[in-house]
């Protein structure tokens, strides 16, 4: 019997079993397939650096501002006031990176096991079944806690959520190139388009770049998302960028990511806790999971920690996950950035270009404007 059973080892899966296998507790981290590298513009905050200074061996840009435009290409530039940076990563190596942290400090991994059902004894869930090379295997543990991303089949089995509907997700490519380039290796750059979507530049050094492109919600059923990632590149202003449209492309793949900010009454149930994708940690306006979904896992892993204590694994104990700080946080500001979603890309994106334009000449305005995507690390 396990204390705590992870079903995914992706950033959320891995962080939270690091930090109950750092406090002693038997973890058991399921995971499918660890050489799959999901498709992801793989921009990870300084939030998370700070997390794991590990991320230094992985010698990946340091990242001090952002270049975000407007449909009309409009210029909205941040750049950092502290000393903080952040990076963008090959999700490969950043998620083999944290498993390894999270197995030094003791969680089993079991890799190529896919989780299919719970096992389940008087109405409560005790356990997960897995599938691998060598059967069915069941994990008992006294905690669940489902980390398996959009696609996690226990997430509905639980009851607790329902399946995707396509206006809930923003559907996105992403696609690693190499090759000569203008690109600033210190500015992330993200395109607010005339389609409910955005797409996005980030520089991972030595001439590796990650472009990617994504719609949300009613823009998923006007849009093909290979298309607008091919009339994205043919732009003017990214030729411009990238003259030469032969770059090798390393690795290309599309998948789907929650667009409607954290399901709120889906979080928990005796014995489960659900976190990161599974849950809907993403943020509507931008797509950026990555710290958020560690932060979720953090939030549930102290919360397993109080229950395993007290041997409560109740919602009575549970349900202090939702209300952890850092939980309302990115609840509340998920709300607020839904909001501001809806409000710009009204009209094929006119209300965010009047802001940029104006922002290009109002110094007051700009830093108000700014406030509205980047907060206080
Ligand atoms: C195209 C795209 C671009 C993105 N760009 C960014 C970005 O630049 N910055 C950012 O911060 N966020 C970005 N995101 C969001 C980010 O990828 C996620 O928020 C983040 O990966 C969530 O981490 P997670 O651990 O919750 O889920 P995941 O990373 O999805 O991990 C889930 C893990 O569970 C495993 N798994 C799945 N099913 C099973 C099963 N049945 N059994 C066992 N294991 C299973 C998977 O193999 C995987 O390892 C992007 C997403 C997409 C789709």
Redesign the pocket.
């Known amino acids: 019997m396990y204390d705590v059973v992870i079903?995914?080892?992706?950033?959320?899966?891995s962080h939270c079993a690091k930090i109950l296998a750092e406090a002693g507790y038997r973890v058991a981290l399921?995971?499918?397939?660890t050489n799959?590298r999901?498709?992801?513009?793989?921009?990870?905050s300084s939030r998370v650096i700070k997390l794991y200074p590990e991320m230094k061996k992985l010698n990946t840009p340091k990242i001090v501002g952002a270049k975000l435009y407007s449909a009309e290409y409009h210029l909205l530039e941040y750049n950092r006031a502290d000393n903080l940076y952040s990076t963008v990563v090959d999700r490969l190596e950043f998620?083999n990176l944290i498993r390894n942290v999270a197995i030094d400090a003791g969680a089993e991994l079991f890799d190529r096991?896919?989780?299919?059902d719970f096992i389940s004894k008087e109405g409560n869930f005790i356990g997960i079944k897995?599938k691998s090379n060598e059967g069915v295997k069941e994990f008992f543990g006294k905690i669940l806690i489902l980390?398996?991303?959009?696609?996690?089949?226990l997430a509905i089995k639980s009851g607790l959520r329902s399946k995707w509907k396509v206006e809930d997700i923003t559907i996105?490519?992403?696609a690693i190139f190499e090759g000569e380039n203008k690109l600033d290796e210190k500015y992330i750059r993200v395109y607010f388009q005339h389609y409910k979507g955005y797409a996005w530049i980030?520089p991972m050094g030595e001439q590796q770049f990650n472009i990617?492109c994504?719609t949300s919600a009613s823009g998923n059923l006007k849009h093909n998302v290979n298309e607008l990632f091919n009339e994205f590149l043919k732009e003017p202003k990214i030729k411009e960028l990238i003259p030469d449209l032969n770059c090798k492309v390393i690795w290309s793949g599309a998948?789907?990511?929650p667009a409607n900010g954290v399901l709120v009454n889906s979080l928990f149930a005796n014995n489960l806790m659900l976190?990161?994708?599974?849950a809907g940690?993403?943020s509507p306006i931008n797509?950026?999971?990555?710290?958020q979904?560690i932060f979720s896992a953090g939030a549930a892993a102290e919360v397993a920690i109080e229950a395993l204590e007290l041997q409560d694994y109740s919602i009575t104990i549970l349900r202090k996950y939702k209300k952890h700080p850092n939980v309302k946080q990115i609840i509340r500001n998920f709300k607020a950035k839904l909001a501001a979603r809806d409000f710009f890309s009204e009209d094929q994106g006119k209300n965010l270009n009047e802001m940029f334009e104006r922002a290009e000449k109002d110094k007051v305005y700009r830093d108000k404007v700014l406030g509205m995507f980047f907060s206080k690390d």
């Open positions: 079903s995914g080892a992706g950033p959320s899966g399921i995971e499918k397939n799959w999901k498709p992801c513009g793989g921009s990870v998620d096991n896919f989780s299919f897995t980390a398996d991303g959009m696609g996690s089949r996105a490519k992403a980030f990617g994504g998948y789907p990511l976190i990161g994708d599974t940690f993403v797509g950026e999971g990555i710290y979904s």
